[in-house]
């Protein structure tokens, strides 16, 4: 039987070598990237998309696998993106990194 020290370990391994690996094979970036094109077709200019949400839920690693490239940084720990980031897509599509939102009591 496995101790959860090796059970951690294996898990820690494994994620190192998923973030290694090359992100255009991302299932559902082809989709998305796809909606994103004909929508830009539609408006006949420019569009920018933002991509929002909590701390630490894959924001940048959408943009990464929409990309097929490494275009932000990522990591496990919230905060790795500091600020906004704008990422051109194509020539029609510019990507938004934005930082965690974080709601207050006020």
Same mark, same amino acid.
């Given at each position: $039987?496995?101790?959860? /020290? /090796?059970?951690?370990?294996?898990? $820690? /391994?494994?994620?190192?070598? $998923? *973030?290694?690996? %090359?992100? +255009?094979?991302?299932? !559902?970036?082809?989709?998305? %990237? ?8 539609? %408006? ?11 701390? &630490?839920?894959?924001? +940048?690693?959408?943009? &990464? +696998? @929409? ?5 932000? *940084?990522? !990591?496990?720990?919230? !905060?790795?993106?500091?600020?906004? %980031?704008?990422?051109? @897509?194509?020539?029609?599509?510019? @990507? ?11």
């Amino acid at each position: $039987m496995a101790t959860s /020290t /090796t059970i951690f370990k294996k898990s $820690m /391994t494994e994620k190192e070598a $998923m *973030a290694s690996k %090359q992100t +255009s094979s991302v299932t !559902g970036a082809e989709k998305l %990237q796809k909606i994103l094109f004909s929508y830009s077709k539609k %408006q006949e200019k420019k569009i920018t998309v933002a991509i929002v949400g909590f701390p &630490n839920v894959g924001k +940048s690693s959408i943009i &990464n +696998s @929409l990309k097929g490239a490494r275009a932000t *940084a990522v !990591g496990n720990t919230p !905060g790795v993106t500091k600020s906004m %980031q704008e990422i051109n @897509l194509n020539k029609a599509i510019v @990507l938004v990194d934005s930082p965690g939102i974080i709601s207050t009591d006020d």
